[in-house]
């Protein structure tokens, strides 16, 4: 079954360790996504890629880094998380069809 | 530049009743697509309807459909007989035809009444 992982779902850690938020997906598609969300806001365009070796900066800026390697594995870094980092982190992809984003359950951060 | 507007934070239905969430758009491109996503308190995304700007009928999927207006650039989401469960935000959303990006508004929380 095609689908969207993202692991971990939640983490709770100290400000200054590094962290990678893992997403993977199933689906073959070439468009993955980070977004950034405060409970009950909007969305907030962080990262994306539209291919391997590719990847570009969203519309918010943000200390994090991308990386793709593989169709599959869209992988997000915090070199240093800092409590202003405490949000939930979603994960998408799509083709280059419709563009209709299949997102990954998210991961809810919260750094003390 | 893209915008989606959705003018009402939060939104109060009966059971059983139907109601109409906003959305306005904004895009100077010919070929796009809007969506409507739910997110229910558990925080996962949920596609549910998609329209295309050449789609000269309004998308329906169970009881969502789009009320898709072109000339007003409105694509308002019609819910019909709510149930407790789709008490969740709502969120708009826009992309142009194989382009990278989606945009989203700001969203909407339906709250359903017992």
């Known amino acids: 079954e095609a689908d969207i992982y993202q692991t971990p779902r939640y983490l709770v850690i100290g400000t200054g360790k590094k962290i990678t938020l893992e997403c993977s997906q199933t689906?073959?598609?070439?468009?993955m996504y980070w977004y950034q969300q405060d409970p009950g806001m909007e969305l907030h365009l962080i990262h994306y890629s539209y291919g391997v070796n590719s990847t570009e900066k969203g519309d918010l800026s943000s200390e994090s880094t991308v990386s793709r390697i593989r169709t599959e594995h869209f992988p997000l870094t915090l070199e240093s998380a800092r409590p202003s980092h405490t949000s939930q982190y979603l994960c998408?992809?799509?083709?280059?069809?419709?563009?209709?984003?299949?997102f990954g359950p998210g991961t809810r951060l919260t750094v003390l | 530049a893209q915008k989606i507007t959705q003018t009402q934070p939060g939104m109060f239905v009966q059971e059983k009743e139907a109601v109409t969430l906003d959305c306005t758009y904004d895009t100077s491109d010919q070929s796009y697509g809007l969506f409507w996503y739910k997110q229910p308190s558990s925080g996962e995304m949920i596609f549910l309807i998609y329209q295309g700007s050449y789609d000269e009928q309004n998308a329906t999927e169970g009881r969502y459909s789009l009320n898709f207006q072109k000339a007003r650039k409105s694509a308002n989401l019609v819910i019909s007989a709510s149930q407790l469960g789709d008490s969740a935000m709502y969120f708009c959303?826009?992309?142009?035809?194989?382009?990278?990006?989606?945009?989203f508004g700001a969203g909407t929380r339906l709250f359903v009444k017992a």
């Open positions: 959303a826009m992309s142009n035809t194989g382009g990278f990006k989606t945009i």
């Open positions: 998408a992809s799509s083709d280059w069809t419709i563009n209709e984003q299949f």
């Open positions: 689906m073959g598609h070439d468009k």
